[in-house]
């Protein structure tokens, strides 16, 4: 982390990063939620995979938004990052997998829509993963907040909210209940994790 960083200045408020490649939903929470001081940081940056509803939202309410498809690789990442001096990164939706720099390692996190290590890996997003919930005749679900690594939805767990299947329940009433689960557990973990920040690598 750049030693620069405004999170390494006393007082200073921590600087995020949200990584999205859609509607934005959870954007919107997070935004709303630092707004209303319930995570005490702001959001520096939007990064979107594809131009999107989230990148639109993002657009007159964050300093910067960058457009970068495919899977970026880990130094152009970085310098984005470092660019805009940011502390915490944020998946929201962000559907390509991320190589994550040095610098940013145990900085990075994600929310999946199921109680991890179920239901996880490359593909399993949106839908799919409700899907997969009400075939395998699981009686609860959720959403898992973990850290990022390499690979897909294999980071360290730091938090889950389960909820009911309840019976009846079609894909999208279960990622309806799913996402009200959501909306509490990323800001709980998000200020955890702000709290719990790696020391700077100096890089």
Same mark, same amino acid.
């Given at each position: ?22 509607? #934005? ?23 979107? *995979? ?19 498809? =495919? ?21 929201? =939706? ?25 239901? =996880? #890996? ?21 959403? $898992? ?24 329940? $079609? ?12 909306? *509490? ?9 702000? =709290? ?8």
């Amino acid at each position: 982390m750049n030693p620069a960083s405004p999170a390494n200045t006393p007082g200073a408020v921590p600087r995020l990063a949200v990584m999205v490649s859609g509607s #934005g939903r959870t954007l919107e929470n997070i935004l709303s939620r630092c707004d209303s001081g319930e995570i005490p940081a702001r959001v520096a940056l939007v990064i979107a *995979s594809q131009e999107c509803r989230g990148a639109e939202l993002a657009r007159g309410r964050v300093p910067a938004v960058l457009v970068m498809p =495919g899977e970026i690789p880990a130094p152009a990442l970085a310098d984005a990052l470092r660019a805009h001096h940011v502390d915490l990164v944020l998946l929201a =939706g962000y559907l390509r997998l991320v190589r994550i720099p040095d610098a940013f390692k145990g900085r990075v996190l994600n929310i999946h829509p199921a109680l991890l290590p179920l239901h =996880g #890996g490359p593909g399993m997003h949106g839908r799919r993963v409700h899907e997969a919930v009400l075939a395998s005749g699981d009686r609860q679900s959720g959403c $898992t907040v973990h850290y990022c690594d390499d690979t897909y939805d294999t980071g360290k767990v730091i938090l889950q909210h389960a909820c009911p299947v309840e019976p009846g329940d $079609t894909p999208e009433s279960l990622a309806a209940r799913v996402f009200q689960a959501e909306l *509490s557990a990323y800001p709980r973990a998000i200020r955890w994790a702000l =709290g719990n920040l790696p020391a700077p690598s100096g890089v």
